[in-house]
C-alpha cells in the first residue's frame, strides 16, 4: 500500500513538474502582450528585476513575472538591465524583452539644426522640442554660454548644424554642449588643412567668414568662388558689402524688405559701412561653408549678384558688375 503511495506521489510529482515545465517554455515562447502599435516603456534608474517584472505584470504585458525573474536569473541578466525608455515592438517574447533590457538600445528622438539658422532659431527649436529636459529657459545667451562652460563666448555660430539623436532625459544643455563640441572638431579638423595664405588669423575668423559664405550660397557647387570673392577683397581691403551682415545687424527690426536706408545704417555687422568680417558669425555654418572658407577658388571676381534661381553671376570689373545688376536685378 505504502509503495503504491509513494508511486502515486512520484507521477503526481512528475506530471506536476512536467506541467510547469511545459508553462515555462510557453512562457518563453509565446510573444507578450504588446499593443499591435507597440509601446514605450520606462525603465526608471535603480529600478530592481521584481519592480520591473511586477510592472509590466499590471500593465498586461506578461501574465506570469515570476517567470521572467527566474528567467533572468537563470540566463545571468538580472543584474545588467539598464535604465531608459524602449520600443517595445509586437510579437517580442521575454528573452528578447531582457535582451533589449540588457542592450542600453533605448528608444532615440532626434532635432535637426538647419544649416544658416541663427541661434534665436536654434533657441526657439529646442524650446518647442517636446522631449529635451529644458534647464536653460529664460536665461540670456551670455548666461547660457556661462552654464555651458564658456563665459564671454557670443554664441552664434559655436553649434554645429546637424540631426542629433538622443535618449530621453537629455537637458537642452547636454544637447547644445554636444553640438558645440562638434562644431569645434570640425573647425579644428578644416583649419588644420586650410590654404596657406588667407587673410585670415585664427578659426574663428573662418568660422565668421563661412556663416557669411552660408547666408550667401543658394548652389552648393558656388560656395568656393563666393569664399573667392570675399578672400580677395579681405586681401584688398575692400568692404565685403553682403547683405545677410546688414541684415544680421538689424536683429528683429528686419521686416523682410531690405532697403537702401537700411544698407546706410551703420551696425557692428553692416559690411556697407564698416571694413573687414563681422565681429561673429551670423549663422551656423556647414562644414562644405568652413571647407570652401578655406579652401577658396581662384580667379579675380570681386564682385557677384543674384541670378534670382540661387545661382550668381560672378565679376572681375564694376563696370561688369553693374551691367549684371541691371540685368538681374533692376531687370533692364
Request: contains cysteine; glycine residues 8%.
Amino acid at each position: 500500500m505504502i509503495h503504491r503511495l509513494l508511486g502515486i506521489l512520484i507521477l503526481v510529482v512528475a506530471l506536476g513538474a512536467g506541467w510547469f515545465w511545459l508553462a515555462y517554455q510557453q512562457f518563453l515562447e509565446q510573444p507578450l502582450a504588446v499593443p499591435a502599435t507597440g509601446m514605450r516603456y520606462q525603465v526608471t534608474p535603480g529600478t530592481s528585476l521584481r519592480q520591473l517584472a511586477d510592472d509590466l505584470a499590471e500593465k498586461g504585458v506578461l501574465e506570469h513575472p515570476e517567470y521572467l525573474r527566474w528567467y533572468a536569473r537563470y540566463s545571468g541578466q538580472a543584474s545588467r538591465i539598464k535604465a531608459g525608455e524602449y520600443q517595445l515592438e509586437p510579437g517580442i517574447t521575454a528573452p528578447a524583452l531582457l535582451n533589449l533590457l540588457v542592450s542600453g538600445r533605448t528608444t532615440r528622438y532626434q532635432l535637426t539644426l538647419v544649416e544658416g539658422w541663427n541661434f534665436r532659431q536654434v533657441r526657439s527649436a529646442i524650446a518647442a522640442d517636446p522631449v529635451l529636459e529644458k534647464t536653460l529657459t529664460g536665461l540670456s545667451d551670455a548666461e547660457l554660454m556661462s552654464r555651458l562652460g564658456h563665459p564671454g563666448e557670443h554664441p552664434e555660430g559655436r553649434f554645429f548644424p546637424d540631426t542629433y539623436h538622443y535618449p530621453r532625459g537629455t537637458t537642452d544643455a547636454e544637447f547644445l554642449a554636444r553640438a558645440y563640441r562638434r562644431m569645434q572638431r570640425v573647425l579644428e579638423e578644416e583649419w588644420a588643412g586650410r590654404e596657406e595664405g588667407l587673410p585670415l588669423d585664427d578659426p574663428y575668423q573662418a568660422l565668421i567668414l563661412a556663416s557669411v559664405i552660408e547666408k550667401e550660397t543658394g548652389a552648393p557647387d558656388e560656395r568656393a568662388q563666393i569664399a573667392g570673392v570675399f578672400i580677395r577683397r579681405l586681401r584688398k581691403g575692400m568692404r565685403l558689402q553682403t547683405d545677410p551682415t546688414v541684415i544680421y545687424g538689424l536683429g528683429e527690426d528686419f521686416d523682410g524688405n531690405l532697403r537702401r536706408r537700411d544698407l546706410r545704417q551703420d551696425t557692428p555687422y553692416n559690411s556697407y559701412t564698416r571694413k573687414g568680417l563681422p565681429p561673429t558669425p551670423i549663422c551656423m555654418p556647414g562644414r562644405e561653408a568652413i571647407h570652401a572658407a578655406l579652401h577658396p577658388a581662384a580667379g579675380d571676381a570681386l564682385y557677384f549678384v543674384a541670378r534670382g534661381d540661387g545661382t550668381h553671376v560672378f565679376s572681375a570689373t564694376l563696370k561688369q558688375h553693374n551691367a549684371a545688376v541691371r540685368k538681374y536685378q533692376l531687370k533692364r
